[in-house]
T-cell receptor
Framework: EDKVVQSPLSLVVHEGDTVTLNCSYE??????LLWYKQEKKAPTFLFML??SGIEKKSGRLSSILDKKELFSILNITATQTGDSAVYLC?????????WGAGTKLIIKP | NAGVTQTPKFQVLKTGQSMTLQCAQD?????MSWYRQDPGMGLRLIHY???????DQGEVPNGYNVSRSTTEDFPLRLLSAAPSQTSVYFC????????????FGQGTRLTVV
């Protein structure tokens, strides 16, 4: 059975801290790993990763994929209160996305 | 830009009632999908479409129907609502397949009593 597991389920840190969110996957015919940020409403796209070891970066956020060990991490440096959200990862398998349950990140001022 | 427009935002149904959730996109995307999101379970795929006239089932299709008569519209029909269908529903579209950036509607919070 295809599955995507995110950890931790929730995380509370102080502004300025660095956080690492984890996403492991076991899916058939894996094609890519995607990260989304969900604030109050709809998820918004962050990254898509297809190759191992190549870091994708956008401002304070970065992500990397390890296709041998079947996981990805999302790093956020110098966190801000606006980073508070649920972070979702999803694995593309057979043209369908298998989603993790998400990590709820709370940034305290 | 409108992007993906999903209506209604909130809905309360009685058990056994039927309704249609509307989804429209103006980006000329081929691929559209419907998800439900329940606490602690992430997003689960209900139905998807790879183009006008083509639909297929996702992970949790029972109790739902879809059609794709045009590229722009992808309505989701609840045939006979059940309390287990209480959830938040999202429509999403991508240019080609789900391994590219998906654009989501703002969601419909559905409660079945």
């Amino acid at each position: 059975e295809d599955k995507v597991v995110q950890s931790p389920l929730s995380l509370v840190v102080h502004e300025g801290d660095t956080v690492t969110l984890n996403c492991s996957y076991e899916v058939t015919n894996f094609r890519s790993l995607l990260w989304y940020k969900q604030e109050k409403k709809a998820p918004t796209f962050l990254f898509m990763l297809t190759s191992s070891g190549i870091e994708k970066k956008s401002g304070r956020l970065s992500s990397i994929l390890d296709k041998k060990e079947l996981f990805s991490i999302l790093n956020i440096t110098a966190t801000q209160t606006g980073d508070s959200a649920v972070y979702l990862c999803a694995a593309d398998s057979n043209y369908q996305l298998i989603w993790g349950a998400g990590t709820k990140l709370i940034i305290k001022p | 830009n409108a992007g993906v427009t999903q209506t209604p935002k909130f809905q309360v149904l009685k058990t056994g009632q039927s309704m249609t959730l509307q989804c429209a996109q103006d980006m000329n995307h081929e691929y559209m999908s419907w998800y439900r999101q329940d606490p602690g379970m992430g997003l689960r795929l209900i139905h998807y479409s790879v183009g006008a006239g083509i639909t297929d089932q996702g992970e949790v299709p029972n109790g739902y129907n879809v059609s794709r008569s045009t590229t722009e519209d992808f309505p989701l029909r609840l045939l006979s609502a059940a309390p287990s269908q209480t959830s938040v529903y999202f429509c999403a579209s991508t240019k080609q397949g789900m391994n590219t950036e998906a654009f989501f509607g703002q969601g419909t919070r559905l409660t079945v009593v």
